[in-house]
T-cell receptor, first 114, second 111 residues
Framework: DADVTQTPRNRITKTGKRIMLECSQT?????MYWYRQDPGLGLRLIYY???????NKGEISDGYSVSRQAQAKFSLSLESAIPNQTALYFC?????????????FGPGTRLTVL | GESVGLHLPTLSVQEGDNSIINCAYS??????FIWYKQESGKGPQFIID?????DKRQGQRVTVLLNKTVKHLSLQIAATQPGDSAVYFC??????????FGAGTRLFVKA
């Protein structure tokens, strides 16, 4: 079974709709992240969480919110989706391991906002 | 500002040849570098990493070279196989947790 799973894998929605993307991990890692990926751009950090009680904004948090329901679960919400939020979204985890902790990514969710 | 970039957006190599993917970074304070591989429909997967106190590190069929003088990172893949076809990202960290990712290079392996 995959260590980091994301649901749904694909979603098409309309402008103004509320959308939730879910991420679960079985790696036992404390740190979880949400990124978006757009063609020609590197992964950009939306939100990150170092533990259940810790939530931090990344570089592009506007229009998004997150919830860390448990160590293993980190969800991303778009309160009112807009077309420029069409992108590939990745969840990632890492261990609490200083400057060399490697991130492990889920398979991604392809979101299309019409 | 901080940036991690790649010299070539696409690279096409013959099966069996060696591949070299290059990356430039601009933050001289970066002390940890990672290469990820992203296959179609999948998330990025860790390949190999290197710390700034090293200039070369080898893995299975892959080698990462770091030249801090010119802020350059490269990934060498020996005897490239069709399964190596993917997008390859370099990434850097300057302490802390934040990882900065490059845009990626797409590697095509011709049979």
């Amino acid at each position: 079974d995959a260590d980091v799973t994301q649901t749904p894998r694909n979603r098409i929605t309309k402008t103004g709709k509320r959308i939730m993307l879910e991420c679960s991990q079985t790696k036992g890692h404390d740190r979880m992240y949400w990124y978006r990926q757009d063609p020609g751009l590197g992964l950009r950090l939306i939100y990150y969480s170092f533990d259940v009680k810790d939530i931090n904004k990344g570089e592009i948090s506007d229009g998004y919110s997150v919830s860390r329901q448990a160590q293993a679960k980190f969800s991303l919400s778009l309160e009112s989706a807009i077309p420029n939020q069409t992108a590939l979204y990745f969840c990632a985890t890492s261990d609490t391991g200083g400057s060399t902790d490697t991130q492990y990514f889920g398979p991604g969710t392809r979101l299309t906002v019409l | 500002g901080e940036s991690v970039g790649l010299h070539l957006p696409t690279l096409s190599v013959q099966e069996g040849d060696n591949s070299i993917i290059n990356c430039a970074y601009s933050n001289s304070a970066s002390d940890y570098f990672i290469w990820y591989k992203q296959e179609s429909g999948k998330g990025p997967q860790f390949i190999i990493d290197i710390r700034s106190n090293m200039d070369k590190r080898q893995g299975q069929r892959v080698t990462v070279l770091l030249n801090k003088t010119v802020k350059h990172l490269s990934l060498q893949i020996a005897a490239t196989q069709p399964g190596d076809s993917a997008v390859y990202f370099c990434a850097e960290k300057a302490g802390g947790f934040k990882t900065i990712f490059g845009a990626g290079t797409r590697l095509f392996v011709k049979a």
